[in-house]
């Protein structure tokens, strides 16, 4: 996973941009852009990406929030664990929740926020395609 990325450079339809952002979400509530790390050295190279250069912090921290929230109890774990630092057996011992389940729950909210049809399905719709999809995979 990058250490830092560009504002241009991030993508929810990336998994790592999604944690990194979780990582770094007490600059994001400020609405402050997280800083370069001082390692870091640009080389300049032109590139393409999913958002304008001057996207505002506060705008993909909203659009993230956004998309957790509509995830409900899910949402609250991904936070928990990738803003929080939790460690996933915790937070299954916490909730009376088998650790399986747990990580089954995280990758489906993750899943569905890194999804192009975040904005237009329903977490509810889209956890239901999931599981229709697996059964049937098994049965081919």
């Known amino acids: 996973m990058k250490d830092w990325y560009t504002p241009g450079a991030v993508s929810f339809y990336s998994r790592n941009a999604i944690i990194w952002m ?18 870091y050295t640009d080389i300049g190279l032109p590139r393409l990406s999913r958002n304008a250069s001057f996207v505002l912090p506060k705008d993909l921290w909203a659009e ?11 949402g609250e774990w991904v936070r928990r664990v990738y803003a929080d630092g939790w460690d996933l057996l915790v937070l ?16 489906l909210c993750m899943m569905y926020c890194r999804g192009r049809d975040a904005r237009d399905a329903s977490y509810k719709s889209f956890c239901a395609y999931e599981r229709s999809l697996k059964r049937l995979r098994r049965e081919s």
Request: charge should be neutral; proline fraction near 7%.
């Open 22 to 39: 979780l990582e770094h979400a007490e600059y994001f509530t400020d609405g402050v852009y997280p800083p370069e790390p001082t390692s």
């Open 64 to 74: 993230l929030n956004r998309r957790l929230d509509r995830c409900g109890q899910d």
């Open 92 to 107: 299954a011992k916490t909730l009376w929740v088998a650790e399986w389940a747990v990580i089954r729950r995280i990758k």
